[in-house]
């Protein structure tokens, strides 16, 4: 009984430990940015690329890119193209993701089922 007692005493104050923390008033703000890890560029099989789940215009793309990667912790650029795409579309964005200051660049695929 006298275990019983104490297992429940001990139970009480340590959830009453973990929840009292420290108050805190924390501030607030209007804008709140999330940094990345990733840059993720999408090409599509019809050529529209996406920095991000975000379409952008081929004419913009290094620009675009560019910011994105300064926004990035890692400067690693991963291309998720459609089978599909033009080879030469891709080749062109590795090359645009090199200019824009992309430390690493990954070719993202699904694996395949064993034959």
């Known amino acids: 009984d006298i275990f019983l007692v104490l297992l429940i005493i001990f139970m009480i104050t340590s959830s009453a430990l973990i ?18 890890r ?30 994105a990667l300064d926004a990035s912790n890692t400067k690693v650029v991963i291309l998720e193209g459609d089978k599909d795409a033009l080879l030469g579309d891709a080749v062109k964005l590795i090359s645009q993701a090199k200019e824009a200051g992309a430390k690493e660049i990954a070719i993202a695929a699904e694996k395949s089922e064993a034959q």
């Open 38 to 67: 990733n840059v993720v560029v999408a090409l599509t099989t019809s050529g529209k690329i996406f920095i991000n789940e975000k379409e952008i215009a081929k004419d913009n793309f290094e620009a675009e890119l560019k910011k």
């Open 19 to 36: 929840e009292s923390g420290a108050n805190s008033n924390l501030p607030e703000v209007s804008k709140t940015e999330t940094v990345s």
